[in-house]
């Protein structure tokens, strides 16, 4: 079983930057989908910035070329550079990927997500 756990968060002032980490752990054959999702308090999870195998990477619009998704040092590691937050953006961030296993079966994982709190 494929287990992802997301590494930052915490309270920030406006204008700040933070950056998240995610580490997927466990046995698997490959990664595919390594992205981050939010919830802001009172909506619905969203997609904040996805990165794919041998594709483009998607943003959602919100992040107006603030926010940037790259693999960390390790294969199995994905990072979220946030610069420039607002207030709007105070949510509980979710690191999500995908990949085969040994027997070419799809697994999908996702974090118990991490609280970013940005204060005006």
């Known amino acids: 079983q494929v287990q992802v756990v997301e590494i930052g968060g915490g309270l920030v002032k406006s204008g700040e930057s933070l950056t998240l980490s995610c580490v997927a752990s466990?046995?698997?054959?490959?990664?595919?989908?390594m992205a981050w999702f939010r919830r802001v308090p009172g909506k619905q999870r969203e997609l904040v910035a996805r990165?794919?195998?041998?594709?483009?990477?998607d943003y959602n619009y919100f992040t107006e070329g603030r926010f940037l998704i790259t693999k960390g040092n390790f294969n199995n590691t994905v990072d979220l550079r946030m610069n420039r937050l607002d207030p709007d953006d105070t949510a509980v961030y979710y690191c999500?990927?995908?990949?085969?296993?040994?027997?070419?079966?799809?697994?999908?994982?996702w974090g118990q997500g991490t609280l970013v709190a940005v204060s005006s």
């Open positions: 999500y990927m995908n990949g085969l296993d040994r027997t070419q079966r799809r697994w999908d994982a």
């Open positions: 990165l794919r195998p041998d594709g483009p990477t």
């Open positions: 466990g046995v698997f054959l490959n990664i595919n989908i």
